[in-house]
């Protein structure tokens, strides 16, 4: 009885690591899927905000230049329409605030350089409501001569929405694998201990003749 209980804990911890080895195996192969699908999601997101801070750029060199608040007012009001981006301003070659869309959000920008693309710098950030964003700055330039600059941020609010579901579902998966087999070695145990307790009384009760 021995041999076939310790074969059959054998046979439970080979299942156990198997269980584990196949768990680790497929969140491997889920996060590449997700990382995949977010860096894609991520290059589309700076692809779109190099090409919008170049288009304005190459806009507001003059007007910045003649002081047409106006008109660069007008620029920011049209960029703004578009559902990606939540802000933008832009600024004179003394770094001065000409035109913005909401000057909170732009003295609360961390003004880091994390990338480069056809001369637009971006980097990642969060704002004061914790909405994460993708920030980008291009400089406004007039006969080749620095005039100004113009910050946009587009909302990035999803991109890392799978990774974090992906989170929750590998430790709740993990949890509940811990569970199964915990709850299969507690009935093994219990299963022994009534064996070891019927093989104990047995020995205890006296020879009938």
């Known amino acids: 009885m021995a041999n076939t209980q ?13 269980s584990l080895a196949v768990w680790f195996v497929a969140c491997l192969v889920i996060y590449g899927l997700i990382y995949i699908r977010e860096y894609n999601q991520t290059q589309q997101l700076i692809l779109t905000g190099v090409a919008i801070s170049k288009d304005i750029s190459s806009q507001s060199g ?7 608040f106006d008109l ?17 301003s832009i600024i004179d070659h003394k770094n001065k605030l000409i ?23 971006y980097w990642q950030t969060s704002v004061l409501n914790n909405q994460k964003v993708m920030n980008f700055s291009s400089e406004i330039t007039f006969s080749d001569t620095r005039v100004g600059e113009v910050f946009i941020s587009l909302s990035a609010k999803n991109m890392d ?6 989170f929750y579902f590998a430790m709740a ?14 009935r093994d145990c219990l299963i022994w201990l009534n064996e070891k307790s019927a093989q104990m009384i047995a020995k205890g009760l006296p020879d009938k003749k």
């Open 72 to 88: 660069l007012g007008e620029f920011l009001e049209e960029i703004t329409a578009k559902p990606e981006v939540v802000f933008a």
């Open 161 to 166: 929405r799978l990774r974090q579901l992906f």
């Open 6 to 18: 310790k074969s059959e804990t054998s046979f439970t911890q080979n299942k156990f690591f198997l």
């Open 62 to 68: 003059l007007p910045l230049l003649e002081k047409n």
């Open 173 to 186: 998966s993990l949890l509940l694998i811990f569970i199964l087999f915990g709850v299969v070695r507690y």
């Open 99 to 121: 035109a913005y869309t909401d000057q909170e959000q732009f003295l609360t920008m961390k003004k880091h350089r994390t990338g480069v693309l056809e001369n637009v710098n």
